[in-house]
């Protein structure tokens, strides 16, 4: 029997909207739980390595040398192509902007990256995994700036380890109190400048460390990582591409394929979400509607939980477009919170400068990720001209004949100089925390639908003079630190992209313990209706610095626990 469907009566155990980082995981452990389950997911199927089309292809072999044509781009990518991993060959991994229109309120610039498939950003995201910790659930209490998280770091420690036992992260114990360790496999060396920088800046910052990037991939895969199906990471850094190694997590890779294999899972493709199913009666959620992704027919699927993980603002969207009589401004949106204190990361902030020495250094390989520098501003400072922090990721590298290209020269000898490398040089580029406000939202616009016929989201949200002070502190501390340390020509230097960039929306449908000021509790269930549950980066009460995924993962499995175990005591 296949796993994919497309009309069923059945009453599945529980309903999983979206199919990305938190959906798949979602799926897995209700599936091995022996919870009958249906995924639905909204994009095409995608294959583990059967699809990854742009796969092993070097720069010469596609067209254009991986630029996508400007008419195809203005048409249907317009906001797509501004995200780092966008090119002809990872093109297919994202949504069309075309067919997924959505609209700024006055003032607003925002990037909406989307990839809408099976997988969804799992086969995009940059794999850096980062616990938070109990300075980040404290940040909203003490200095008042959204409400106190209802969780601790102590409540995700064990559901953290879980996790990083499965997906296997690479990264070196550091025993930082604002970054605690994880389960970590080998990281990848660090270059021989990188080394020198981290010497001199610890030398002289005693309180900021160069870290290895801990990222979700197998530089040294466990027997359980090689059970899955899964290599060793080839240190190609074409990530985006798909791997067929498996060797980074992603829903095909790690998942998915433990899910189907208990049989209890069935993935209904290619079904947009339209909304929720509300019995007023027994106020629980009954099903989904769904539009057809292709011929825009109507079916519907019963479930008796449904754990929304269709990414911050998708599940949003659902519960804004999901009306009753018992709720006209949104599912679960009682408190009236729905929507608001939309967050993302501000990456303006850079330094870079040249390395003296080092003529005899080079590298192999290209490895994935680079090295870190955690927030060193973790602890509340009224003396500091804005609130909470940053963190920097960093890194070494030569130049090589693509950086010497935009030089001045002619001629044989310049073309052979472009076959030697370059100077060294390192580079920082600051992750900054985004306060929550409650100005900062999304709303169903009043007329403007798309083909679904589902209304779109109109987004208003700005980065404050918080973090854009944030950001220029980040600037002139990296080149004070990079020129303290002996660099040369060292410059910085702040942006100017807006929120959406970061591509770590959060906020919207946020946890918290007053049901009358927040939308979920603290195992992210609903406390308007018991049976829903919303696990992804939506439920988010602060941004923190670090990259949001690791948690994202384990509040999800936190949340499937608590779920069957409710189920079972017949409370759900």
């Known amino acids: 029997m296949s796993v994919y469907i497309k009309e069923s009566k059945e009453v599945f155990d529980a309903i999983v909207i979206g199919s990305g980082v938190t959906g798949g995981w979602a799926a897995k452990e209700f599936c091995e739980r022996g919870l009958k389950t249906l995924m639905i997911e909204r994009g095409r199927i995608v294959e583990h390595r059967q699809d990854y089309i742009g796969e092993g292809k070097a720069p010469w072999q596609t067209p254009l040398r991986t630029k996508v044509e400007k008419a195809l781009v203005d048409e249907q990518y317009s906001v797509q192509q501004k995200c780092y991993a966008f090119n002809q060959n990872t093109k297919h991994f994202f949504g069309n902007d075309r067919d997924l229109p959505f609209q700024t309120s006055k003032d607003t610039d925002f990037w909406w990256i989307r990839a809408n498939q099976l997988g969804g950003k799992s086969l995009l995201w940059h794999r850096y995994a980062y616990r938070l910790s109990d300075y980040d659930f404290d940040a909203n209490k003490l200095d008042g700036y959204g409400n106190d998280w209802p969780i601790r770091y102590n409540d995700l420690t064990d559901w953290y380890k879980y996790v990083e036992h499965h997906v296997g992260i690479c990264g070196q114990n550091e025993n930082l109190p604002q970054l605690p360790d994880s389960e970590f496999l080998e990281p990848f060396e660090m270059t021989a400048p990188e080394k020198f920088v981290k010497q001199r800046l610890e030398s002289l910052f005693p309180d900021r460390k160069l870290i290895h990037g801990r990222q979700a991939h197998l530089t040294k895969p466990k027997a359980h990582h090689l059970a899955q199906g899964r290599g060793m990471c080839q240190a190609r850094n074409e990530c985006q591409k ?16 433990p899910a189907i294999a208990t049989g209890n899972l069935r993935i209904a493709p ?12 027994k106020k629980r959620v009954t099903g989904v509607r769904v539009i057809d992704n292709d011929d825009l027919s109507e079916r519907e699927y019963y479930g008796k939980v449904v754990f929304l993980c269709a990414s911050t603002l998708g599940s949003t969207q659902i519960l804004l477009n999901s009306t009753s009589k018992a709720f006209p401004n949104g599912l679960a949106n009682s408190s009236g919170t729905l929507g608001h204190y939309l967050m993302d990361h501000n990456y303006n902030a850079w330094a870079n400068g040249e390395i003296p020495g080092f003529e005899d250094e080079f590298y192999s ?37 693509n950086d010497l290209q935009q030089q001045d020269g002619i001629g044989v000898d310049f073309k052979n100089s472009l076959k030697k490398p370059g100077k060294w040089k390192f580079y920082l580029g600051a992750q900054g925390e985004m306060l929550p406000r409650y ?31 944030m950001m220029q502190d980040a600037a002139e501390q990296g ?17 100017d992209k807006p929120p959406g960039s970061g591509i770590h929306e959060l906020g919207t449908a946020r946890m918290g313990r007053d049901a009358s000021s927040s939308v979920l509790n603290g195992y992210n269930q609903s406390h308007d209706v018991a049976n829903l549950f919303v696990t992804d980066g939506a439920s988010f009460c602060s941004s923190a610095v670090q990259n949001p995924s690791l948690t994202f993962m384990a509040l999800t499995v936190r949340a499937v626990d608590y779920a069957v175990k409710e189920m079972a005591a017949k409370r759900i």
């Open 439 to 469: 100005e900062n939202s999304v709303r169903l616009h009043p007329t403007l639908k798309d083909k679904w016929g589902i209304p779109q989201l109109e987004v208003n949200c700005r980065f404050s003079d918080n973090e854009k002070i």
């Open 242 to 257: 798909g791997c067929s190694f498996g060797a980074y997590f992603s829903t095909q890779s790690s998942t998915l394929p």
């Open 365 to 401: 390989g290209r490895r994935p990720g680079g090295v870190y520098i955690p927030n060193f501003y973790f602890q509340p400072d009224k003396k500091r001209p804005f609130l909470r922090g940053y963190g920097m990721s960093a890194g070494a590298y030569r130049e090589g004949w």
């Open 270 to 281: 290619n079904s947009v979400v339209h909304s929720l199913i509300y019995d007023e009666q």
């Open 479 to 495: 080149a004070k630190m990079l020129t303290a340390i002996g660099l040369e020509n060292v410059t910085s230097g702040v942006r």
